[in-house]
């Protein structure tokens, strides 16, 4: 006699019940789980929407430091400093972006001094600084971004970084090697303390518009496919890029974008030992706003499910524009 029995299976069962579906969720989002963007640029007084990004804003210190107060009070933990200068300050070399007092120095000291209870992390990058909108100084044959010399700035940007407060570094242009740099130069100038987040698996995406709109970062000629990912390159490389980051001292290490790349996102968490950040990337954000203000999908759901979907693929934590909307959503 078969011990087996051959008994109606329904899952729905354990769906039918509100309470029940409230205590069985494997995964959960938290304020705590987001890092808040912030781009940040001269002047006081200064809360500039950016137009491709309704409900996102370029702040001068003053109030960007009001912000983040109130965002230290609802709960979330850290935050990613951008920096956006005038025009006319701008060179070839990106040169301000070594200035011990540009606007990303001044936020992180003043942070500090108001005991604004945030990790600062910088989002180290010359693309924000550079006349020509790309991540470092240009070859001498003009084809595209020098490797060594800018890592070589790079060191010193994130000294400088540190120095203002920086509790994480976090790399962005995709440079070989630059991990392992920072680290050592870190180090060696007495900031052994300071965690380093890689931008690890970035891809050459066409999501990034709007950030380049927020950041006035758009690259005066060519494009950025020469030192950032091939969205049609199998995940291979994309475990090689974070494993290999790990190996030269990375602490953690991001997947960048999130949504379109949750393929990408899981493969990661499953072959690190380190936290997996995901950026949920300003094409993204743009993309729902637009949806949802068309009328066309009930905008607090349709975010939720696309940073539960991120969460679920293994991320630990997750870049997003939307820590108001989270804030009133999310209990910590």
Same mark, same amino acid.
């Given at each position: ?15 039918? +019940? ?6 069985? &969720? ?31 804003? +370029? ?42 007092n540009n606007v990303v120095c001044q936020l992180f000291r003043k942070a500090a001094e ?16 550079t006349s020509h909108g790309h991540c470092g100084p240009i070859s001498a044959d003009g ?66 518009? &709007?950030?380049? /709109? ?22 291979? %490389?994309?475990?090689? %890029?974070? +494993?290999l980051d790990v190996r030269q001292g990375a602490d953690m290490v991001m997947v960048k ?22 950026? +949920?990337?300003?094409? %993204? ?30 991320? /630990? ?16």
């Amino acid at each position: 006699m078969s011990d087996s029995f051959d008994l109606p299976i329904r899952p729905r069962r354990l769906r039918q +019940q509100a309470q029940l579906r409230r205590m069985l &969720p494997r995964v959960t989002l938290r304020r705590s789980d987001f890092i808040v963007p912030v781009f940040v640029r001269e002047g006081s007084g200064v809360r500039q929407e950016v137009p491709s990004m309704p409900g996102v804003y +370029q702040m001068s210190i003053d109030v960007a430091l009001g912000e983040l107060s109130r965002r230290a009070e609802e709960g979330f933990g850290a935050y990613l400093a951008f920096g956006v200068i005038d025009r006319k300050a701008k060179d070839t070399s990106g040169s301000a972006a070594l200035d011990e007092n540009n606007v990303v120095c001044q936020l992180f000291r003043k942070a500090a001094e108001k005991k604004i209870p945030m990790a600062g992390i910088t989002d180290l990058c010359f693309c924000e600084y550079t006349s020509h909108g790309h991540c470092g100084p240009i070859s001498a044959d003009g084809s595209t971004v020098n490797n060594d010399a800018t890592v070589e700035l790079l060191v010193r940007q994130a000294v400088n970084h540190a120095k203002a407060g920086a509790a994480v570094i976090a790399p962005s242009g995709m440079m070989d090697g630059t991990v392992g740099a920072l680290r050592g130069g870190l180090d060696g100038a007495g900031f052994a303390d300071v965690s380093i987040l890689a931008y690890s698996v970035k891809y050459a995406s066409a999501f990034y518009g &709007p950030f380049r /709109d927020a950041a006035d970062s758009t690259p005066e000629f060519g494009d950025r496919r020469g030192y950032q990912m091939d969205p049609a390159r199998g995940l291979d %490389e994309a475990l090689l %890029e974070a +494993q290999l980051d790990v190996r030269q001292g990375a602490d953690m290490v991001m997947v960048k974008p999130a949504g379109p790349y949750l393929d990408v996102l899981a493969a990661v968490r499953g072959a690190v030992q380190v936290p997996v950040v995901a950026y +949920q990337v300003s094409g %993204e954000y743009a993309m729902l706003e637009a949806a949802a203000r068309n009328g066309w999908l009930d905008r607090e759901r349709a975010v939720l499910e696309s940073l539960m979907a991120i969460k679920r693929a293994g991320a /630990d934590l997750i870049i997003t524009y939307y820590a108001e909307l989270l804030a009133k959503l999310l209990k910590e």
